[in-house]
């Protein structure tokens, strides 16, 4: 191995419209659920389907391409990292969570009729 990095790959379909906002610094950011699949037969021969669903975090220009074009059900493509971060929710309780920093994405599929 030449160099050990955080890289993630994924290709599946949106779960829902990318949530877009815009924030005080005048950045915008995306958040969008993506839903990967896999098929396999059991045991008993039967097909069994378990599907994964990520959190993706978009950025900038990329935030601007998925307000635009995303939408639920579409397929796409993203490579980008693991990001690992926590907060305290309204209870005071502390969660973690782990998302997929978006650096490249690529719509797959048929393109929508007009």
């Given at each position: 191995m030449y160099?050990?990095?955080?890289?993630?790959?994924?290709?599946?379909?949106?779960g829902g419209k990318p949530e877009v906002k815009k924030l005080d610094s005048g950045k915008k950011v995306a958040t969008i659920s993506l839903a990967t699949s896999e098929s396999y037969k059991n045991a008993s021969g039967e097909k069994v389907t378990e599907t994964q669903w990520h959190r993706l975090i978009a950025w900038g220009k990329l935030a601007d391409v998925a307000e635009k074009y995303l939408d639920k059900g579409k397929e796409i493509a993203i490579e980008g990292k693991l990001i690992n971060r926590s907060y305290t929710d309204k209870d005071g309780k502390k969660?973690?969570?782990t998302?997929?920093?978006?650096?490249?994405?690529?719509?797959?599929?048929?393109?929508?009729?007009?």
């Open positions: 160099a050990l990095k955080n890289k993630v790959q994924l290709i599946g379909n949106l969660k973690y969570v998302e997929v920093q978006v650096s490249e994405l690529l719509m797959l599929g048929a393109k929508a009729s007009q």
